[in-house]
């Protein structure tokens, strides 16, 4: 690629004149030469958008294993097979490739975002070369080519328009969130113009809706509008979520918890017990493996796929797995306007006449709705039809179109209407099947249009010819649509009660002061007139000045209607529910402020009570004036900004980031997908929005629908309060279990004996565990979810709570293990291994003295007695779980309760299947012997129940009483160590986080999304900056 250097400051193209930027361009009307084309085809390089590089499997399974607490697991893997004990290196090394293999299932994470906005490009272009047209290849397009475009057409590269015919519009809400077609013009504007309001420009990929004209080429591939934004989404970090460094936290300390005590326990084994090298080994693996909770990775993962198909089925899609914890955790919410809180479809809201101001419900292009009177009370059908008489003439002079389509993929919305033409036209045709027109075709025929004068920007009205019926000779009538401050001055007479065949004079004021006070309202206002037309003024070249140079006013106006892209309703209520749940809502828009601050009201994000003088709209250009810490002075008290710019919006997110949020961005256009990106959770609409947004999103809306985002909060929270419970459950298990092995060697049992071996406590983290984790994965949300307040930024999961678990509930668990497992030992009487090994054990102590020191290591025999005291051990353990696991079900409140029985019938399938499968290990021949078991009396299991029942009961005592008494205790003691308190309140990014990876299974396994890396500024394709004066290279800019 050709190499580019870029200049400092951007060329402002539309702030330059037609003249100057030929001459900039060195390029004429006529274009550029085929040989001038060619050489700056291979100085500036292709019309494409450069993609970024991506990972390689290699490197993805890399990512999976690259954390210490798998490599201790490898470890283990590794001293079991060289002392050839081969089930468990197998149970070790499966769980390794279960981790992995669930990693990288659920990575799905892939930087498509650029190769998504490749697509939206014109494949093909139409450029004047040496005073001719020709259509070429969209990607070869070069700075200073003139192209020509026309309605149906997709801009190939950013344009500065030289030329237009007609009304050239074209729609950029992707780029801007308009929702209108902008029309374009020549003339100059302002330097500091926010992209919206470029109307001398055309940006790539965004499509001709009406018109045409020409446009000099000033930017394209990479450092055209549309590039800047792909290079942004590539560019932008992705922010880790609380879930992934809280579990990265937890992944440092159980590492080096677990290396101090297998250390110790080595130690102790061989140098102080006399344990054989190998025999050491075995119960330093049996301490590591039993305190490492390998099953916890697949749990969380599990927890958080099920919740995932659960907001699925409720229209959320999670694109990536942490997203559904960080839901939770959210308190402030950055939406877009159009197509998000509204539907992008417009609708009239109002009809005004000389009467009164008339309602029309019904919200977007859907014909469902009614008209209502000034008390919302419906008007009856003669009227009406009177009203449908009156503005007849907006459906007549109209050239847009509407259709059903039944054939949509939408399952939510059972007839899609699809739009033709201009969005604003749609509306009024929308407006009259309200009012009872059933085909919009059939209308317009049985009045056919005989002639008419196009809308254009400079004179804003358009007019038609409509005869009164297809009968020869019929009357006939000029129809006339257009803005109210060029048709009033028009008028001569309005009609009076709302009756087409009584007129009078034309109040103007009252026309002038009802359009002011609904645009006011960031309504769009379209006076609707009418008059009888002469069939000797008819004519094919008739143009605007059929109106405004007639020798005196002589239409009627009808009334004006008031258009707006209305908030959905649904919208309404969610952010009601946001905001007693105690997450602000923010709306940035492209929009004009008006516009924005009146969607607010209605949408309850600012106060509907305060005067626009009252509210505070910030616009793209105002905060490109700010620095960072002026926009964080301003971004948490202002709740509306407009005139936002793809730029603007990601600043925004940032800002509320450095001042502690946890921000969701939405919103469904190309200009939002960097901000989507750079958000901690993006959230993209699934109907309307671009591929590129989707790309960008970790979540994505089927139902376009922003009370979808209030129910996925909803289950946000729920799966963390979840995670906590399965953290609370997993951890105090995983420590009593090493603990148990660990003070087996301390405190002297029958010889130092090991109550359980590797193989059981896998089991145990792999089964048991994991069965009883999904169970409460599936708990249900407490009744006061959504009236708290979003948890804290940084909180951790493994709290004081847990903290102290780790040590009352672990500590109860290991007392009745080794009170289970001596007591077992003592009441069985000694075998002749037994004996024997006691024997050697004398006889090497003799040894030892008689030599004055020295050592010689025995080997540890597995007898019978020992392998049935291991069984009762084994099912001790389990079942303190299973009891433990119903204390875990509620948090706070007591177990003691009716709820136990009748929520998540998944409890019990685990508690029966956990159960069925300890039965089946301790009594079927050959399988326990795998698991150095032995079948077990009744007196055994009736001690084993026992104990499980003063665990359930001592940890609810200890829940009754422990907020009050024991928890302030904990809380201090923890503060020096940093353990139970969150984390610095900057979250961290991706980038940061890069060089650590953390838990048994990889990053990935939650979620880690793929770096995606930006490619040189020297290999980047396209140019956008003047050719004049380049000298051996571009001279272009970023």
């Known amino acids: 690629m050709p190499d580019t250097e870029m200049a400092v400051e951007e060329t402002k193209w539309h702030s330059i004149a037609v003249a100057e930027i030929l001459t900039l361009q060195s390029t004429s009307p006529d274009g550029l030469s085929d040989s001038e084309a060619e050489g700056r085809l291979k100085k500036f390089g292709t019309n494409e958008l450069t993609p970024p590089p991506k990972p390689s499997f290699l490197m993805k399974v890399f990512i999976q294993v690259n954390n210490i607490l798998i490599y201790i697991l490898i470890a283990a893997a590794i001293v079991a097979g060289i002392l050839q004990d081969w089930a468990e290196v197998a149970l070790i090394g499966g ?242 306007k159009t197509g998000t809180l509204t539907k992008n479809e417009m609708t009239v809201q109002l009809m005004q006449t000389s009467t009164q101001q008339y309602k029309m419900t019904g919200v977007g292009y859907s014909p469902v709705g009614v008209v209502q009177d000034e008390n919302s009370k419906d008007l009856p059908d003669e009227k009406v039809a009177r009203m449908l008489k009156m503005f007849e003439g907006a459906v007549l002079c109209n050239d847009a179109g509407i259709f059903k389509n039944l054939n949509h993929k939408n399952p ?71 803005a109210p401050d060029r048709l009033i001055p028009q008028c001569k007479n309005q009609v009076m009660d709302d009756d087409l065949s009584k007129v009078g004079p034309i109040d103007e004021n009252y026309w002038q002061d009802k359009a002011s006070q609904m645009s006011g309202l960031g309504l769009r206002c379209l006076a609707i007139c009418r008059a009888d037309f002469d069939p000797k003024d008819l004519s094919d070249n008739m143009d605007a000045d059929l109106l405004l140079k007639a020798p005196t006013p002589f239409l009627t106006m009808i009334g004006v209607v008031a258009i707006l892209d209305p908030p959905r309703p649904e919208a309404i209520e969610g952010v009601a529910v946001a905001q007693m749940a105690g997450i602000v809502v923010k709306m940035i828009t492209g929009d004009h402020p008006a516009t924005a601050t009146a969607i607010a009201k209605m949408l309850g994000i600012v106060d509907p009570k305060l005067q626009e003088s009252s509210i505070r709209t910030y616009t793209g250009p105002e905060l490109d004036a700010m620095d960072d810490e002026g926009m964080d002075s301003i971004v948490l008290e202002c709740n509306v900004f407009a005139r936002a710019s793809p730029e603007n919006k990601i600043r925004i997110v940032k800002s509320l980031q450095r001042r502690g949020q946890t921000v969701s961005m ?139 678990h780790c040590f009352f509930v672990s500590g109860i668990m290991v007392v009745c293990v080794l009170g289970n497992f001596a007591f077992t030992l003592g009441n069985i009487e000694k075998g002749a291994e037994d004996y024997a090994y006691e024997a050697e054990k004398a006889a090497v102590k003799m040894e030892r003295a008689a030599e004055g020191g020295g050592r010689r290591a025995i080997r540890v025999p597995k007898t019978a007695r020992l392998m049935e005291a291991r069984a009762v051990a084994f099912n001790m353990l389990v079942f303190a779980e299973m009891a433990y696991a119903l204390n875990c079900r509620f948090l706070k409140d007591s177990a003691f309760n009716f709820k136990m029985f009748t929520e998540n019938k998944w409890c019990w399938v685990a508690i029966a299947v956990t159960t069925v499968f300890q039965i089946f290990l301790t009594y079927t021949p050959g399988v326990n012997e795998i698991f150095s078991n032995a079948p077990i009396g009744a007196a055994s299991w009736a001690l084993i129940l026992a104990c499980a029942l003063a665990v359930f009961v001592l940890v609810e005592v200890e829940k009754a009483v422990g907020i009050y008494y024991i928890m302030p205790s904990v809380k201090k003691g923890c503060a020096p160590w940093g353990c139970c308190t969150g984390e610095d309140e900057q979250e961290r990014t991706q980038s940061e986080l890069n060089q650590v990876q953390f838990f048994a299974s990889g990053a990935s396994t939650f979620g880690l999304p793929t770096r995606a890396g930006s490619a040189n500024a020297g290999e980047r394709h396209g140019a956008q900056g003047p050719v004049a004066g380049a000298a051996g290279t571009s001279g272009y800019n970023v």
Not at 319 to 327: C, G, I, K, N
Not at 463 to 478: D, R
Request: glycine residues 8%; contains cysteine; hydrophobic residues 50%.
């Open 666 to 804: 939405t919103g469904d256009g190309v200009n939002d997908a960097p901000a989507l990106k750079a958000a901690n959770i993006g959230v993209a609409m699934g109907i309307t929005g671009t591929d590129v947004s989707k790309e960008a999103a970790k979540m994505v809306l089927a139902d376009d629908n922003f009370a979808t985002i209030v129910k996925a909060v909803r289950e946000g929270r729920r799966v963390w309060d979840n995670l906590v419970k399965i953290l609370l459950y997993n951890m105090p298990v995983n420590f009593a279990q090493g603990l148990s092995v660990f003070f087996a060697y301390i405190v002297d049992i029958d010889g130092h004996q090991v109550p359980l071996t590797a193989i059981q406590v896998l089991y145990v983290n792999m089964i048991t565990s994991v069965t009883m984790g999904l169970m409460l994965a599936m708990e249900p949300a407490e009744a006061d979810i959504m009236t708290r307040p979003p948890r804290r930024k940084g909180k951790r999961l493994f709290g004081k709570m847990v903290f102290w």
């Open 95 to 336: 769980v390794v490739v279960i981790n992995v293999t669930i990693g990288l299932v659920q990575e799905g994470r892939a930087e498509q975002a650029a190769a998504a906005i490749q697509g939206m490009l014109s494949s093909k272009a139409t450029v004047i070369r040496g005073g001719e047209r020709k259509m070429i290849d969209a990607k070869n397009v070069v700075p200073g080519d003139v192209c020509f475009i026309q309605s149906g057409d997709r801009c190939p590269a950013d344009l500065r328009m030289i030329e237009v015919t007609g009304n050239c519009g074209i729609l950029e809400a992707m780029l801007t969130g308009e929702s209108n077609p902008i029309s374009k013009h020549t003339d100059v504007c302002l330097p500091q113009s926010a992209l919206g309001d470029r109307k001398n420009m055309a940006f790539s990929a965004t499509m001709v809706m009406t018109g045409q004209g020409k446009g000099v080429v000033c930017g394209t591939g990479d450092l055209a509008e549309i590039g800047k934004i792909s290079a942004m989404v590539s560019n932008v970090d992705s922010q880790k979520t609380n879930l992934m460094v809280q579990l990265e936290m937890f992944g440092r300390w159980i590492s080096v918890f677990v290396l101090i005590i297998a250390v110790i326990t080595f130690c102790v084994a061989y140098l102080v017990h006399d344990f054989e090298l190998g025999d050491a080994f075995k119960s330093t693996v049996a301490i590591a493996v039993a305190i490492i909770p390998e099953g916890l990775p697949a749990v969380v993962t599990i927890s958080l796929a099920l919740a995932m198909q659960m907001l699925a089925n409720n229209n959320a899609i999670i694109r990536q797995l942490p997203a559904v914890e960080t839901l939770g955790s959210v308190t402030v919410i950055c939406s877009d």
């Open 412 to 482: 939510n919305v059972p007839v899609a209407w699809e739009p033709i033409g201009y969005p604003t036209e749609v509306a009024l045709l929308t407006m009259g099947m309200k009012m009872g027109i059933t085909e919009v075709k059939d209308f317009k025929a049985q009045q056919p249009r005989v002639g008419g004068v196009p809308f254009a920007s400079e004179h804003k009205f358009m007019c038609c010819v409509h005869a009164a019926s297809t009968a020869p000779g019929a009357p006939l009538t000029i129809h006339v649509k257009g």
